[in-house]
């Protein structure tokens, strides 16, 4: 059983649309982090969001941490060719990695020119 | 500063031979993680050290598995002996952990190993 699960798995879109992917749990986490991975590297880090219901945003890229800490979203204004990667949702359930961060699979998202 | 360093990039060995991967870690970062990543799985966490103690090797497959971090900013991860289900991308991260909120982890370029 996956402890966060990423939805959609595999996201195509043509430039300039708008989209939204999910991360969901039925843990808490003290925190949530969203990285991006490109081919034949390692992840790196978008994001963290703390506080219940929190909205962080990033140029065109908008993160949202659910009221109860056991969700978050991503979403992409406009998106452009170069947001095409591995998406992926991490999250921290003790406080200060103690435990350290789990993983979901991951959103993969192409953006067709 | 050069970020996390990964060797090998790629490893292809034969089944049942050691392999043994290596980390250099942030200067100044006191958690270590070792990751491996599959389309099927994702990415697991095998284990993971602050400040040189293994906290965390629960995701370790077996014993086949081994990690060390012999200084602060060096680590190994050592399979033996390999088996064709080893066959992933392993990632070594560090960052700083001080209590709290879980810091940024930096992800190295990962060792891509074939075992045939």
């Known amino acids: 059983t996956q402890l966060l699960e990423q939805s959609p798995q595999f996201l195509s879109i043509q430039e300039g649309e708008n989209l939204t992917v999910y991360c969901n749990s039925s843990?808490?986490?003290?925190?949530l982090q969203w990285y991006r991975q490109e081919p034949g590297e390692g992840p790196v880090l978008l994001v963290t969001?703390?506080?219940?219901?929190e909205v962080k945003k990033l140029k065109r890229l908008t993160f949202q941490f659910g009221d109860a800490r056991k969700d978050s979203s991503l979403h992409i204004t406009a998106a452009q060719p170069g947001d095409t990667g591995l998406y992926l949702c991490a999250g921290d359930r003790s406080g200060g990695g103690a435990d350290g961060l789990t993983f979901g699979k991951g959103t993969h998202l192409i953006i067709q020119p | 500063d050069a970020g996390v360093i990964q060797s090998p990039r790629h490893e292809v060995t034969e089944m049942g031979q050691e392999v043994t991967l290596r980390c250099k870690l942030i200067?100044?970062?006191?958690?270590l993680f070792w990751y491996r990543q599959t389309m099927m799985r994702g990415l697991e966490l095998l284990i993971y050290f602050n400040n040189n103690v293994p906290i965390d090797d629960s995701g370790m497959p077996e014993d086949r598995f081994s990690a060390k971090m012999p200084n602060a900013s060096f680590s190994t991860l050592k399979i033996q002996p390999s088996e064709p289900r080893d066959s992933a991308v392993y990632f070594c991260a560090s960052s700083r952990t001080s209590g709290g909120i879980m810091g940024e982890q930096f992800f190295g370029p990962g060792t891509r190993l074939t075992v045939l």
């Open positions: 969001v703390v506080t219940g219901g």
């Open positions: 843990s808490v986490f003290s925190s």
């Open positions: 200067s100044g970062h006191n958690s």
